[in-house]
């Protein structure tokens, strides 16, 4: 994708104008501290976690390592996003504005109408410093989500928890219930039990043994739904609740550590900047070229085992020399006393 702006710092170097290609569209202020950074945390964060912790549940295109996510999706976050210092921009306009100074400085990649947050950090070698504290600002956002997700659990475990106490009641007044209302039922026959011919009763009778037997059979239905424990599949809920705590926790603190190592990785990225090991080789060859001796390279490559072997031997040898030739030049301060000027008499 071609670039919208061009970036012209201000006098003062507090703020940049993000001066937009299309000349119909407003310049864009940012604030210039936005790329600020030492050796383990970047301002940039702030702005690129905000992005990560919104697109958690999908909306990033994580492949080989490579975490991608749609520019118009990235502007329409960071313009609603907000943290504990405030909005994180002011308008979409800023949001696109603010991406693409990020691109110029390395802090992001635009790759069409994407861009790459989060590099794989095994390609240890293309990944800037800058890449990999998006990472710890990555897992800052996955932690605060956890965090948020334990929280929503618990809260959920709880209720769920004080519902099944709740209902927790004794039932036994419905079976008392039933029973009071079959005896009824036998006192209506001329016997020891329940009116074998219904229709042969008295009208009053019949009457009231129709309105007992539905009595009877609601207050059995009832105990039917007592004995139906639907309560056991909220306690096995409340369970796999926290079960899900458990791995949660575990979770957070795997992530918590990589989010130091991280930081870690960064700081040797700062600590050992790129093309330091080129300095080295090129200092070791300006100082052969001006003694007039075999390159470094060219010696290492034309040295065999057996020559490997022998340099050793002459270098220990010419090193045990030295010691034992330092070792006999030395005085001896067991045999060698300085005279005392001061004369003592008896």
């Known amino acids: 994708m071609a670039t919208k702006y061009n970036f012209e710092e201000l006098e003062g170097g507090e703020y940049v104008i993000a001066d937009p290609v299309n000349e119909t569209a407003d310049p864009v202020r940012l604030r210039a501290e936005w790329i600020d950074g030492d050796d383990i945390e970047g301002e940039w964060e702030r702005a690129i976690g905000a992005v990560i912790k919104r697109d958690l549940l999908g909306g990033m295109d994580l492949k080989n390592g490579n975490?991608?996510?749609?520019?118009?999706?990235?502007?329409?976050?960071?313009?609603?996003?907000?943290?504990?210092?405030?909005?994180?921009?002011?308008?979409?306009?800023?949001?696109?504005?603010?991406?693409?100074?990020?691109?110029?400085?390395?802090?992001?990649?635009l790759d069409g109408s994407e861009v790459l947050v989060l590099q794989n950090p095994q390609d240890a070698e293309d990944v800037s410093g800058e890449m990999i504290l998006n990472w710890a600002a990555g897992i800052e956002a996955c932690v605060e989500k956890i965090s948020d997700t334990q929280d929503r659990i618990r809260a959920a475990k709880e209720k769920l928890e004080s519902r099944l106490d709740d209902m927790d009641q004794d039932p036994s007044h419905v079976e008392e219930?039933?029973?009071?209302?079959?005896?009824?039922?036998?006192?209506?026959?001329?016997?020891?039990?329940?009116?074998?011919?219904?229709?042969?009763?008295?009208?009053?009778?019949?009457?009231?043994?129709?309105?007992?037997?539905?009595?009877?059979?609601y207050h059995n239905k009832m105990m039917d739904v007592i004995d139906t424990d639907l309560t056991e599949k909220v306690r096995q809920g409340?369970?796999?609740?926290?079960?899900?705590?458990?791995?949660?926790?575990?979770?957070?603190?795997?992530?918590?550590?990589?989010?130091?190592?991280?930081?870690?990785?960064?700081?040797?990225e700062q600590e050992f900047p790129e093309g330091a090991d080129n300095?080295?080789?090129?200092?070791?060859?300006?100082?052969?070229?001006?003694?007039?001796?075999?390159?470094?390279?060219?010696?290492?490559?034309?040295?065999?085992?057996?020559?490997?072997?022998?340099?050793?031997?002459?270098?220990?040898?010419?090193?045990?020399?030295?010691?034992?030739?330092?070792?006999?030049?030395?005085?001896?301060?067991?045999?060698?006393?300085?005279?005392?000027?001061?004369?003592?008499?008896g």
């Open 67 to 109: 975490g991608k996510i749609d520019r118009s999706r990235v502007v329409e976050t960071l313009a609603a996003a907000e943290d504990e210092e405030g909005p994180i921009v002011t308008s979409e306009d800023q949001a696109d504005a603010l991406i693409e100074y990020f691109a110029q400085e390395g802090i992001v990649e």
């Open 177 to 217: 219930k039933a029973r009071e209302t079959a005896q009824e039922l036998k006192s209506l026959g001329d016997g020891q039990g329940v009116p074998e011919n219904p229709s042969e009763l008295p009208p009053e009778e019949r009457e009231r043994y129709d309105e007992l037997k539905r009595k009877l059979i």
């Open 238 to 268: 409340t369970n796999k609740l926290g079960d899900s705590l458990e791995q949660l926790d575990s979770a957070q603190t795997a992530l918590s550590q990589k989010q130091g190592e991280f930081r870690t990785l960064a700081l040797q």
């Open 279 to 345: 300095i080295v080789q090129n200092m070791g060859k300006l100082a052969t070229q001006l003694a007039g001796v075999e390159g470094v390279e060219e010696a290492a490559e034309n040295t065999d085992p057996d020559g490997v072997a022998e340099l050793v031997d002459d270098i220990t040898e010419t090193v045990t020399e030295t010691a034992n030739t330092a070792t006999q030049t030395a005085p001896d301060e067991e045999l060698t006393q300085p005279s005392s000027d001061l004369e003592m008499s």
